[in-house]
């Protein structure tokens, strides 16, 4: 039940973002068809582009994994 429960709700969000353009045009998580291939050609077409212009290239990136594995669970469910 809740597994589909989620896969509803995942996929009424998906659709939401998407339909209201609420997700930028770099993120390769949420949207079909994108994968980390994608990404890994983004970047290294802008590290060419820099090298080739002699510029620098500033990168900053986050992956946050199990986000709540450190929250303190008896304040969370209070």
């Known amino acids: ?8 709700i995942n996929t009424r969000l998906i659709w939401h973002l998407e339909y209201y353009n609420l997700l930028s045009p770099h993120q390769f998580d949420f949207y079909k068809n994108r994968s ?4 890994l050609t983004t970047i290294h077409t802008n590290i060419c582009d820099a090298f080739k212009i ?3 290239l500033l990168m900053v990136s986050s992956d946050i994994a199990k986000p709540y594995d450190t929250v303190w ?6």
């Open 36 to 39: 980390t291939l994608d990404l």
């Open 54 to 56: 002699n510029n620098h």
């Open 1 to 8: 039940m809740s597994k589909t429960l989620e896969n509803i």
């Open 73 to 78: 669970k008896h304040r969370d469910l209070s």
